[in-house]
């Protein structure tokens, strides 16, 4: 399966932007799907999951309540619509795909991730 991530640029802090990740190829099989990313000289870290169906979904304490992921199933993306923001948001962002059998499931992992997009940046100005 191939990930397209998209809507990353340049925002003040408190401002908002819409990421999306559209899935191509292999899509008929089922899979979470997840948003980490990468700070200048840092680890890359998780963002946020959401389940196959849609239906359960997680947040990085460091974005609850300002991030939210979501999914339209039926045209293969996902979305992190990212509110608030700060200059510690600035990053390059990464969706990933999990195959996965169980439709309620996610993962908080990147090791386990089997498909990864480019990378979209987003840099966030005080």
């Known amino acids: 399966v191939q990930l397209q991530a998209s809507g990353g640029g340049l925002v003040q802090a408190g401002g908002s932007l819409r990421l999306s990740c559209a899935a191509s190829?292999?899509?008929?099989?089922?899979?979470?799907m997840g948003w980490f990313r990468q700070a200048p000289g840092k680890e890359r870290e998780f963002v946020a999951a959401?389940?196959?169906?849609?239906?359960?979904?997680h947040h990085a304490d460091s974005v609850k309540g300002r991030f939210t992921i979501s999914r339209d199933v039926a045209k293969n993306t996902v979305y992190l619509q990212m509110n608030s923001l700060k200059p510690d948001d600035t990053a390059v962002y990464y969706c990933a795909a999990k195959e996965i059998s169980d439709t309620r499931r996610y993962s908080r992992f990147d090791y386990q991730y089997d498909y990864w997009g480019q990378g979209t940046l987003v840099t966030v100005s005080s």
């Open positions: 190829g292999r899509t008929r099989s089922g899979y979470a």
């Open positions: 959401i389940s196959r169906s849609g239906d359960n979904a």
